[in-house]
């Protein structure tokens, strides 16, 4: 029933974690979003706490994407599995 892609991309989505996937993606987006609001505003109170709320923004969102990633694999796999014994997964 699963392919070896199939089981590949399980492998590699599975073995993801904070350190391999989100660490990297929340320092490039948290370097970005700090170098446009030093461009765009005033260094002072008002950036620095903006600059806070959005780094923990982003950490949040990167933190959900990769748990929704990881369900959204094992829902596809138990599906591809399933389908032939009758049970629908949602």
């Not at 987006?29 to 706490?49: K, Q, T």
């Amino acid at each position: 029933m699963l392919s070896i892609s199939d089981i590949q991309h399980y492998i590699k989505v599975k073995n993801r974690n904070f350190t391999s996937f989100c660490l990297p993606l929340i320092l490039i987006a948290a370097i970005i979003v700090w170098v446009l609001l030093y461009f765009l505003l005033d260094v002072g109170i008002p950036m620095i706490v903006l600059g806070v709320i959005l780094t923990l923004l982003i950490t949040a969102g990167v933190l959900l994407m990769l748990k929704k990633q990881k369900k959204k694999e094992k829902v596809r796999l138990y599906h591809k599995i399933s389908s032939n014994w009758g049970v629908v997964l949602k």
